[in-house]
């Protein structure tokens, strides 16, 4: 019995743990400060929160019908280092990359995507090295 | 105490069994269920597809980048929302009165735009998400041309802001009919300014375009049409489809390339799409598309 009981106990601060490690992680809060850092000329989309769950989870993913002759710009925002390790990446339909902002090791803040061509396509946010697995990014337009 | 690790154990098990299946993988597997009589799709599922569908602003400022004279006469009438009563009437007008206010702000036609506010916060009101629209600084920011952008932003946070809370309160249904609504809004405000552009190959290429939205669409009402409103509308829906069969979209797949500039990183888009359709394919869509909004806004 005594072993059961600790084996519970462990079991119960785990899920407490991962419970607090996720109630750490305002990715609502860092994706509406993402907002006033749209690039200039760009029009607000939409907001994505990223939570990794603290290293629980290795994807988030969306989706969003983009239009060719149309400019994307996505920006990422974290709590500490401008994207904390957050690689965002887009992929077509078939799940051909399109575009990234983790470019010959280096992590960029905002990627600028000028769509040719008008699909499905899927924003997913990894995570390298990232310290909180915590972000929010914003989607934005111009013709 | 048997009873107390019992509950505990349970209460573990399930924390550890909530986890969300991928994205892709609910996807397929919701697909396979679509032709049951009850459906079983996921909040997530649904929420997903929900997300994908562009804001109808991209097409306003489409039209207005190419040219195109602002005409209030293609927008319902804001005095419409009287004979607007059940919520399925409510939501899908309240989607149509979202795209002419922001088809009015990119105009910058402020008293057309408070009209359409107005229509916005009574319907809004009326389906009990009311509180997600600020009347008061979407009228102060609406009254001075300087302040588009924030206008923007604030008129497409609030839909954002409604749509999630939709989602987050089993009440997904309203949110695919405003969407529904706008989305329809904006193809139908597209054709009108293609029936006098006929020339206009960029906005008969974004007529086209559509089909790959009409499928989201599609596919969204295709869960609800247990309820008779909403499976009427989806009828209607398979019937632009129709219209829309014989447009082609192809897609050619290049790897793109980077570059920096001021710090930021630019794709070079080398993939393109192709879009096939005829004068002919965009009147039968017009006249569909009149037929459907015609019965939604009268």
Redesign the interface.
């Known amino acids: 019995m005594k072993n059961i009981m600790k084996i519970l106990g462990l079991i119960t601060a785990a899920v407490i743990f991962s419970f607090n490690v996720n109630a750490q992680c305002n990715a609502e809060a860092l994706a509406q400060n993402c907002v006033p850092k749209l690039q200039d000329g760009f029009t607000f989309l939409k907001t994505f929160k990223v939570d990794g769950l603290g290293g629980a989870k290795s994807k988030v993913e969306y989706s969003y019908v983009f239009s060719k002759d149309t400019q994307y710009f996505l920006n990422i925002c974290a709590a500490s280092d401008p994207t904390d390790g957050i690689i965002v990446t887009m992929y077509d339909s078939k799940r051909q990359i399109v575009s990234t902002n983790f470019n010959n090791g280096k992590f960029y803040p905002g990627i600028v995507y000028p769509c040719n061509a008008t699909g499905i396509y899927y924003i997913t946010f990894t995570f390298q090295g990232s310290t909180n697995y915590c972000g929010g990014s914003v989607l934005g337009f111009k013709r | 105490m048997k009873k107390f690790?019992f509950i505990?154990?349970a209460t573990?098990l399930f924390?550890?069994n909530s986890g969300k299946k991928?994205?892709e993988q609910a996807y397929l597997e919701s697909l396979d269920t679509l032709e049951l009589d009850q459906p079983v799709i996921s909040e997530e599922v649904i929420s997903?597809i929900i997300?994908?569908?562009?804001?109808p602003?991209?097409v306003s400022?489409?039209l207005k980048?190419a040219g195109s004279k602002y005409s209030v006469d293609m927008l319902n009438d804001p005095d419409n929302i009287s004979n607007y009563n059940s919520s399925f009437e409510k939501a899908l007008n309240l989607g149509i009165y979202g795209t002419d206010l922001g088809y009015a702000n990119i105009y910058e036609q402020n008293q057309d735009a408070l009209f359409y506010l107005n229509s916005i916060t009574s319907l809004a009101e009326d389906l009990s998400i009311g509180q997600f629209f600020d009347f008061g600084t979407i009228k102060r920011l609406a009254t001075n041309s300087d302040n588009l952008?924030s206008l923007?932003?604030i008129t497409?946070?609030n839909f954002?802001n409604i749509n999630e809370y939709l989602q987050d309160n089993q009440r997904q249904n309203l949110s695919v009919l405003i969407l529904t609504g706008g989305w329809l809004e904006a193809l139908h405000i597209v054709c009108e300014v293609v029936n006098n552009n006929p020339d206009n190959k960029?906005l008969v290429?974004?007529i086209g375009?559509q089909k790959?939205?009409l499928d989201?669409i599609k596919l969204l009402l295709g869960f609800y049409k247990n309820d008779p409103y909403i499976a009427d509308l989806h009828k209607n829906i398979l019937k632009l489809e129709e219209a829309f069969a014989e447009i082609e979209?192809i897609?050619?797949?290049a790897e793109?390339t980077?570059k920096?500039?001021n710090?930021?990183?630019?794709?070079?888009?080398?993939?393109?799409?192709t879009?096939n359709i005829t004068p002919e394919n965009v009147v039968t869509i017009r006249n569909q598309v009149n037929e459907i909004r015609d019965k939604i806004i009268s």
């Open positions: 690790i505990l154990t573990v924390a550890c991928s994205d997903d997300q994908q569908i562009p804001s602003l991209e400022f489409l980048s952008d923007l932003l497409t946070q954002n960029e290429e974004k375009e790959i939205i989201n979209i897609y050619t797949y793109p980077f920096e500039v710090g930021m990183l630019v794709i070079e888009d080398n993939s393109t799409t879009i």
